[in-house]
């Protein structure tokens, strides 16, 4: 062996030795980590049906015995590759903490995962039963505060409403119709705004009350699973304690529209209006504008002009016909705009904005006038008689309809409920007396026959007490503006109408702002006999309808236009 390899043996010998000493390799000292939670920790409105599991960083082995607690009660566990599965049943409203304790999850090298906790809160369930959804446990934007200084609250507290709005989530259990009753109280009349899901649906009217009172509010329909319910500040300003929920079931009850007019001897024609209404209720929704003055259908011709289709329905105002006769009023504009409609199909409704029968100021705001229309239980008043003189001038243009046999859809005294209008300042009885008067007038004494009598209501409490009773109206009507580009179904409304006066009378949405989108009338049937939509930017704008809407109302195929209406003459 040559001294140049004896040498490097040497030198290689200690290094293998000295590598052979070397301590064994540790290997992985990595605990596994936590990636994700089903529900993220801290979470909020989690769904009773929710699995409980978690997303490691590594394969998991779970030791014998776990003690997995939920809220303190010990759960089955099961793991799977990376995944922990927790076996729970989870209630509504209620907080949780899930404990995983020490030495209870390793990895295969035997590396522990370190004890953990993560919390959440499940959503409130609605169920056949009935829930309470406490207001204090809701969520508050916009200023809307929790408090406690008015004594006689359930739960932890309720919520000032101030200028904000209170949302709650929640479980349906089944699908089907939910009826929802608020504890509230204001200490004046207050009208807030129901969202169903992020969907304005409902004005709600609180009336006053100081004390904590409970208020059916609405009834809506619900698919099952999570919903969200809004009180979205209208006027603002109200205490709510909570929201009752129950369900009602998954069906309404059948109409049964009375068989004829409420006119004794109608015209042929009426009649066969009537008739029309009825057969196409609940299929059929007649599309409709009002004119933006009584000289012209600019609307009407306008909605034309962008789809191709008339409105079914064409509406005029006699606001301007019992004032001081005036050279620029077009006094026989609505009969023959009106006339012209109708000989080509279409249908016409008349309403009055009334102005003060006495001054004539030209005012029909209750804040604008101090005609007293309480005054029309006394025949010796100059209100009553004044009354008279203006129903009257009404008589000799509505018999230019009737000598031409045109049917008219007649709405006067409309929004009365609202107490904004002379008509419905002085309360409920004056103006059913002057309702009653009206219809004598016209119907017993001008013999005026081709009317057909739409009362306008709401949805409050109070709404049977304005009601002048159904040997005087045909027709039942609501005027609803939801707001902008609001095409949600109004079917909360046109459902408690129907509950109110017992399913007796048509129901017509006769007027509105963005009208609720077809397709929707159709799911939940809110099928209203047909929609009048206001002028201006209500008929116009793209904030409310304007011309891509108008096209897509025309494209369905139950939603009436001119050109589909038969000949009713």
Known sequence: MSSLLKNTLLLFIPVIIFLSCKPDDPGDVTAPSLMSSVPADKAVDVSINTGISMLFTEKIVLSANPKISLNNQVVLASVYARTLTVSATLEPATSYTLNIPDKTLSDVAGNFVKSFSITFRTSNAITADGTILEAENASLSNGAVVASATAGYSGTGYVNMNNGNITFNMNAAEAGFYRITARYSSGSPKTQDLHVDGQMAAGIYFPQSTQWKELEIATVKLKSGAHTLSLVKNWGYISLDFLSIKYVGNTTSPFNIDANL????????????????????GKKVISGVISDSTRNTNEARWVYEKTGKWPALVGYDFIDHTWLKQNWIKYDGPFIQGKRHWENNGLVTLMWHWRDPLTKSGEFYTDKTSFDVSRISNPNSNE??????????????????QKAGIPV???????????????????PEPCKTLWRLMFDRLVNHHKINNLIWVWTTDVAATAADW????QYVDVLGMDIYPGENQHGSQYISFNKVKEIFGGKKLITLSECGSVPDPALMLEYNDMWSWFMVWSGDYTRSDLHNGANWWQ???????????DKMPDLK
Request: glycine share 6%; charged share 20%; no cysteine.
């Open 552 to 562: 897509k109302f025309f494209t369905y195929d139950f939603v009436m236009t001119r």
């Open 467 to 470: 009601y002048p009773g159904d």
């Open 262 to 281: 409420v006119t004794p001897q109608p015209s042929a024609q009426v009649v066969k209006v009537y008739n029309f209404l009825k057969e196409n209720f």
């Open 384 to 401: 009553y008689k004044a009354m008279i003189d203006d129903i009257d001038t009404i008589a000799t243009y509505l018999k230019q309809f």
């Open 409 to 427: 859809i007649w709405r006067p005294l409309h929004e009365a409920a609202g107490g904004w209008f002379w008509w419905g300042a002085k309360g």
